[in-house]
C-alpha cells in the first residue's frame, strides 16, 4: 500500500521546537522532491519547504526561513522537517506529500500548536 505519514506534532510554547516526520511506504523518498504544507483554521494550505531529490537541496518560505530545517534519511525513507524558535503564528496542521507514478500522495497530517 502507498501512503504517507506525518508525526511529531503537538503543543510547545513559543519559542520551542519540535521536529516532524513524514514516512513512505510503497515507494521510496529518495529519488523524489518532498513538500511540507501547513493549512491553520480559516487560512488556505501553505507551502512550507521543500527538499529536493537525490541532492537533497531545500527551499523555505519566508515566514519559516532560518527556524525550519528540512532533512532526509533514505535509510529510513523519512523526511524530516526540524521546526525551531516556533511562534504562535507556526500553528496549524502539518502535512507532507510527494509524486509517485504521476500521483501525489498527501498524509492525514499532524497538528502543531504554539501557545503558552
Known amino acids: 500500500q502507498v501512503q504517507v505519514v506525518e508525526s511529531g506534532g503537538g503543543l510547545v510554547q513559543p519559542g520551542g521546537s519540535l521536529r516532524l516526520s513524514c514516512a513512505a511506504s510503497g515507494f521510496t523518498f529518495s529519488s523524489r522532491v518532498v513538500n511540507w504544507y501547513r493549512q491553520a483554521p480559516g487560512k488556505e494550505r501553505e507551502l512550507v519547504a521543500t527538499i529536493g531529490a537525490t541532492g537533497g537541496s531545500t527551499n523555505y518560505a519566508d515566514s519559516v526561513k532560518g527556524r525550519f530545517t528540512a532533512s532526509r534519511d533514505n535509510a529510513k525513507n523519512t523526511v524530516f522537517l526540524q521546526m525551531d524558535s516556533l511562534k504562535p503564528e507556526d500553528t496549524a496542521v502539518y502535512y507532507c506529500?510527494?509524486?509517485?507514478?504521476?500521483?501525489?500522495?498527501w498524509g492525514q497530517g499532524t497538528q502543531v500548536t504554539v501557545s503558552s
Open positions: 506529500n510527494a509524486r509517485a507514478w504521476g500521483v501525489t500522495y
